[in-house]
Each structure stands twice: as C-alpha cells, then as structure tokens.
C-alpha cells in the first residue's frame, strides 16, 4: 500500500513557475514509476507525464512537453512536477499516481492539489 500526498498548488499568474510535489508513504518507493495527471473542470482526466522506476526516464504528454519536467528524490521518497511558462489553460487539480509494474495501471492515487492561472 502506498500513500501519495500532493503539495505546491495555488493560485499564479500566467508566465510564473510552480514546483508540485508528491511524497510517498512506504519504503520502496524507487519500484514505482510514477505519473502525473490534471483534470480541469468539465473536462477529461489529462496525462502530463510520467517518470520510470529505477532511474528509468521521463515522458510527458504534448501539453507538458518543453514547459514541464518531473523529476523524483527516491531518498525523500518524493516525485515533483516543475511547471514553468505556466497559461490559464493550466487550470487544473493535479494528481500523482503509482505504478508499481511499470504496466500504465496506476494502483495508487493522490487526493490532488489545485493550481490556478490566472491571465
């Protein structure tokens, strides 16, 4: 069982950077690739990116791609989304995920933080 908490949300203006983290309950948190999603108001569940187990890399959707990085600090336990450049259409509650086989099946979820942009 693993348990995620995300933290860092807000309210930003548009052009500004916000660092999103997610720390992780239990102690083998360097298995799990883990991912980031949103999901805005209205719409669909969104994929922003994710980062692979045991220092695999990184992918992100097309919205994330050049503006977003994730990055992970297995000693903390914890996963981060950098976003920079951040647009309105940012507007999201973001939400970090486990997946413990690596399989795209994201076993373990996050309450979500919301982040805001204002234009």
């Known amino acids: 069982q693993v348990h995620l908490v995300e933290s860092g949300g807000g309210l930003v203006q548009a052009g500004d950077s916000l660092r999103l983290s997610c720390a992780a309950s239990g102690r083998t948190f360097s298995s799990y690739t883990m991912g980031w999603f949103r999901q805005a108001p209205g719409k669909e569940r969104e994929f922003v990116g994710r980062?692979?187990?045991?220092?695999?890399?990184?992918y992100y959707g097309d919205s994330a791609k050049g503006r977003f990085t994730i990055s992970r600090d297995n000693t903390k336990s914890t996963v981060y989304l950098q976003m920079n450049s951040l647009k309105p259409e940012d507007t999201a509650v973001y939400y970090c995920a486990a997946d413990q086989d690596d399989d795209f099946v994201y076993d373990y979820w996050g309450q979500g933080t919301q982040v805001t942009v204002s234009s």
């Open positions: 980062i692979i187990r045991f220092g695999g890399g990184t």
